[in-house]
């Protein structure tokens, strides 16, 4: 797996993200997520989607998170509860 991109203040966030990902691996990680998104509400499917990305351009070799990384924060600040402020 490639680092991801810091973008601003998101170094504590790559980490959890990363722990998590390591924590089941990639490939169980991404059926997971695909297997749960038909429960996922409408507002949050771009979320999940965008995370999914985000898990297989780590795992791609010399592909570059930092486009990924912006496009999944920022569906993450549209959201409830989640505010991105001056992050990125």
Known sequence: MIGFANLGQTCYANAALKLLIHSIGPAAMISHL??????????KIESLQEFVNLIRTAHTPQQSTAGVMKS????????DHFYLGRII
Request: charged share 20%; no cysteine; net charge negative.
């Open 34 to 43: 695909e297997n749960i998104s038909a429960s996922f509400p409408p507002e």
């Open 72 to 79: 999944f924060f920022t569906t993450l600040d549209k959201t």
